[in-house]
């Protein structure tokens, strides 16, 4: 049954996807693959999961879209860290950092930090 969910939102996600990129909506298209990916996690496939993830990083500038950037690079960090890669997770918490200084973004300084706690105790 739960499967059966998956299956639904990864295909409307896609959908999203495809008509987002046919009307050249990058920012839409990065959060719509973004969510494949956290779709991809939940269903186990991790490596599928950080290549979304990624892709969708790279398709934005921090000018575009910062705060999906740093969303995107928490998620990762989250993920990095629950399959065993601190390093990883701790180098990609810096780039989120670095995006967080000087924003107002109180709830996503708030989730790096205790992000950081986690990695850095």
Not at 13 to 20: P, Q
Not at 49 to 65: F, K, M, V, Y
Not at 94 to 112: E, F, I, K
Request: proline share 1%; hydrophobic share 45%.
């Amino acid at each position: 049954m739960a499967e059966r969910h998956w299956h639904e939102a990864e295909t409307w996600l896609a959908r999203g996807l495809t008509e987002a990129e046919r009307h050249d909506n990058t920012v839409q298209s990065a959060q719509l693959q973004a969510d494949m990916g956290l779709v991809a996690f939940e269903r186990g496939k991790v490596d599928q999961a950080i290549t979304l993830l990624e892709n969708a990083l790279a398709r934005l500038t921090r000018e575009s879209a910062r705060y999906l950037l740093i969303t995107i690079d928490l998620r990762l960090i989250e993920i990095e860290a629950q399959v065993g890669r601190q390093d990883v997770a701790r180098l990609i918490l810096n780039r989120a950092r670095d995006l967080l200084r000087g924003s107002d973004y109180t709830a996503l300084h708030a989730w790096a930090d205790r992000l950081r706690s986690q990695l850095c105790p």
